[in-house]
Every structure is written in structure tokens, then in C-alpha cells.
């Protein structure tokens, strides 16, 4: 029997490799921009003094390729958790920087809202199951 309705959960791995400094800064910033959009928006200056907080950014996930195949729903997902490893193979190698060359970049994403039978007809799938 039908209980209840669930959303979707997503993990993504990323290893990534420093060679040169344009990419060490490259690093950088994806690794800043969501540690920085995982977090609310305090409304009063100053760090977390305020009693409202806006809301974490929210992201959508498209797989490569399936922009021009199908049409996607916005369903926004949030980022939930996040691990930044500066050594993952235990050994640490640095850059002429002083910056690490390898890092390991883990984030985990949770649905906002859970899907229904139609969001997978008209939107993500435009396969007709109902033809022969």
C-alpha cells in the first residue's frame, strides 16, 4: 500500500587537480561558492546577530545532454551537506603556493519537493507509454 510520499536525494564525488595556479584558483572558488550558497543570508550586517535569515541558495541539477533531448521541470534541490578532503590519498602534495594539488569534493543535494506522475509526463520525459 501506498505510504508515503518521498524525495529524492543526489551525491556527487569530484576529484579535483590542481596544475597551475589558474586552476588552483578555480578551485578556489568552486569550493567557496558552495560553502558560501549552503548557508542562510543573515538580513542585519554583521555575522549571525540577525533574528531573520533568508533562504540558502537553491540549485537545480541537469544532467549533461538532457537540456536539448527532453524538457526539464525547475524541481530545485538544496544542498545538505558538503566534505572538503585536502588529502584524499592520506598524502599531502603542495602547489609553488603553498595550496594543496589534489582535493576531493563531496556534496550531497535533497529534493524540495517530491515529484508526481505528471511532473514525469509533461516534464522530464515526453515519451508516450500510452502509444503502440
Do not use: C
Not at 19 to 46: C, N, Y
Not at 52 to 81: D, E, Q
Amino acid at each position: 500500500t501506498f505510504n508515503k510520499m518521498q524525495t529524492r536525494s543526489f551525491s556527487f564525488d569530484y576529484l579535483f587537480l590542481a596544475r597551475d595556479t589558474t586552476e588552483e584558483l578555480e578551485i578556489r572558488k568552486i569550493i567557496k561558492q558552495f560553502k558560501v550558497s549552503m548557508h542562510p543570508e543573515s538580513k542585519a550586517k554583521g555575522r549571525s546577530n540577525s533574528l531573520f535569515l533568508g533562504y540558502p541558495h537553491i540549485w537545480r541539477i541537469i544532467p549533461s545532454g538532457l537540456k536539448s533531448k527532453f524538457k526539464v521541470k525547475s524541481n530545485g534541490v538544496a544542498l545538505t551537506a558538503m566534505n572538503v578532503d585536502y588529502t584524499p590519498d592520506n598524502v599531502i602534495a603542495l602547489t609553488k603556493n603553498g595550496y594543496v594539488q589534489a582535493i576531493r569534493l563531496s556534496l550531497q543535494f535533497a529534493e524540495l519537493t517530491a515529484l508526481v506522475r505528471q511532473d514525469i509526463e509533461t516534464f522530464e520525459d515526453l515519451t508516450r507509454i500510452d502509444e503502440k
